[in-house]
Nanobody, 118 residues
Framework: QVQLVESGGGLEQTGGSLRLSCVASGNIFRIDAWGWYRQAPGKQRELVAAITNGSSTNYADSVKGRFTISRDNAKNTVYLQMDNLKPEDTAVYYC????????????WGQGTQVTVSS
């Protein structure tokens, strides 16, 4: 099993910055990809950013140039640095981990609320 705990959300003004953290524990050695997703009220959950164990990254077009995903393997932590925040970034942000193999699994954190005021 893998447990993911997010933190760092809160209320920020337009143009401000927040850094989200996702601390992983359990059988994380088989995880090969990590991601941040978000879900706004009345909308589907969407990919924000992803990073592989090989450090390849992928971003949603709406956050390119503003958000940065990174990993600290020593701390078992994945970060999402969010700069130049916009009101449309308001959502619950979730951390996700993927375990490949003959019985692939996806793990989710409980989410952290980000609210950007105009």
């Amino acid at each position: 099993q893998v447990q993911l705990v997010e933190s760092g959300g809160g209320l920020e003004q337009t143009g401000g910055s927040l850094r989200l953290s996702c601390v992983a524990s359990g059988n994380i050695f088989r995880i090969d990809a990590w991601g941040w997703y978000r879900q706004a009220p009345g909308k589907q959950r969407e990919l924000v950013a992803a990073i592989t164990n090989g450090s390849s990254t992928n971003y949603a077009d709406s956050v390119k140039g503003r958000f940065t995903i990174s990993r600290d393997n020593a701390k078992n932590t994945v970060y999402l640095q969010m700069d130049n925040l916009k009101p449309e970034d308001t959502a619950v942000y979730y951390c996700k981990a993927d375990r490949p193999g003959w019985a692939p699994r996806t793990y989710w954190g409980q989410g952290t609320q980000v609210t950007v005021s105009s």
